[in-house]
């Protein structure tokens, strides 16, 4: 399964609750993966982004 079109739409998603630069600044660096069946993944670029 590709999760980039969903990630995609998540963001817009969050983008219309907490503003586009808001969105920009802490959710464009994740990058979502899938692991087995039913396990979803969001890569922090950074400790920074992990901790907060």
Do not use: H
């Amino acid at each position: 399964m590709d999760i980039l079109p969903v990630w995609t739409k998540v963001q817009k998603i969050i983008e219309g609750k907490i503003g586009l630069t808001a969105t920009q600044t802490w959710f464009s660096p994740v990058k979502p993966s899938i692991r087995g069946v039913d396990t979803l993944v969001l890569e922090m670029p950074d400790n920074f982004f992990k901790d907060w």
